[in-house]
């Protein structure tokens, strides 16, 4: 059987699509991924299918009409008896269950947050009523749903009466010898007896960085590595210029993920502050918290609960109290003096456990359940 995909982000860098993907393939789907030229044309290099919608409009409401038509008519002339089709993420899933209906497939939700959530919908009525609209309309009526945390699938269930199979955002596990073919990345000098702090993911609102920032002027030997880019990153900049901190807090922009992989173990603490700016914020499990599992960093990491509960089951590093500059540099100081050394016998557990080829018999679960009704 076939299964078509789709996403409106960056195929090239969604390592949640891309997983899901490869999985599809060994299971023995033949996989097409759909994505799109929003913000730049990712490279089309992966072992399954894949093909791009060029997208006239880059931003606001226009690009999401745009992407759902082309979609709706990309999957009406792809989509065959033989097809199962999966759609990522609230953005792509109206024309996915159109489409499912006209032609009578079968249909699969990921949804990798609580869209109508966002906390970039905080100070946007109108376009959150849309969006819980849709959620309300579309979420009761899929069948085969799964999600990335406990505190998503229990939010589902509660407002639409869904019952999501929890699927984690975790990666792959990583081998001892992984990280011995490094890939050529300009790094920062770091100077001698200093550690390395770092941060990967995307700069955006409620991320903590801006506390995080402040934090370093109460840190010593110690350098804060900032992986990832973003709307927030200007005034992330901005603030460590005011704060004089350019020589301890270093922009590394977009790693691609297998570079990042290399780069992670280096840290001596990795950071996960998010702040609690809407639901979908604050039951979020983010990858790279296992990320840093898998690299043996001890993480620094937000009291949200989902985030916090699985930091304290491992035991794998310090829960911050509150957001508050003084709080994390203390907290982030007994860390450092701690080592993560001490730390590598419980990350080592939590890296075991907390892998993609866990969570993997369960999406070969969802679609054997699909070929049996079939």
């Not at 905080?122 to 009523?129: A, G, L, S, V």
């Not at 009526?141 to 699938?153: D, P, Q």
């Not at 880019?229 to 704060?243: M, S």
């Not at 990320?291 to 989902?306: H, N, R």
Request: net charge positive; charged share 25%; with cysteine.
């Amino acid at each position: 059987m076939k299964v078509i995909s789709a996403v409106i982000n960056n195929i090239e860098t969604d390592q949640r699509v891309d997983k899901v993907c490869n999985s599809l393939l060994k299971f023995g789907y033949d996989v097409e991924l759909i994505g799109t030229t929003l913000r730049g044309k990712p490279t089309l290099n992966k072992e399954y299918k894949t093909s791009l919608i060029p997208m006239k409009y880059q931003v606001g409401f226009k690009s999401y009409a745009e992407f759902n038509f082309k979609l709706f008519v990309n999957l009406l002339i792809k989509a065959d008896k033989n097809c199962i089709l999966l759609a990522n993420d609230l953005d792509s899933l109206l024309p996915f269950y159109l489409v499912s209906k006209i032609k009578k497939l079968p249909l699969v939700f990921d949804s990798h947050e609580i869209y109508s959530e966002l906390p970039s919908l905080h100070n946007r009525p109108t376009t959150k009523k849309i969006w819980k609209s849709l959620e309300r309309f579309l979420l009761p009526r899929v069948k085969y749903f799964y999600t990335v945390s406990n505190g998503y699938a229990n939010w589902f269930k509660k407002e639409y009466g869904s019952n999501p199979e929890v699927i984690r955002n975790v990666p792959h596990l990583q081998k001892l010898n992984d990280t011995e073919n490094l890939i050529f990345f300009k790094l920062p000098q770091v100077p001698e007896n200093h550690k390395i702090v770092l941060y990967q993911g995307a700069l955006n609102m409620s991320r903590g960085l801006e506390y995080m920032i402040e934090a370093m002027l109460y840190v010593e030997n110690c350098v804060f590595w900032i992986a990832g880019d973003g709307p927030k990153r200007n005034e992330l900049e901005k603030l460590v210029q005011d704060f004089k901190l350019d020589h301890k807090i270093f922009f590394l922009g977009n790693v691609p993920p297998k570079i990042l992989k290399t780069i992670t173990p280096l840290a001596e603490v990795g950071i996960s502050l998010e702040q609690d700016l809407g639901i979908s914020y604050k039951y979020a499990l983010p990858n790279k918290v296992f990320d840093y599992f898998q690299a043996k960093v001890p993480i620094l990491s937000t009291y949200l609960p989902e985030i916090k509960a699985t930091i304290e089951h491992y035991d794998a590093g310090r829960v911050i109290t509150k957001h508050d500059a003084k709080h994390i540099a203390e907290e982030l100081n007994i860390l450092l003096k701690e080592g993560k050394k001490s730390y590598h016998e419980r990350l080592s557990k939590a890296a075991q456990e907390c892998c993609w080829e866990n969570e993997e018999p369960k999406l070969k679960a969802i679609f054997e359940q699909i070929k049996k009704v079939d």
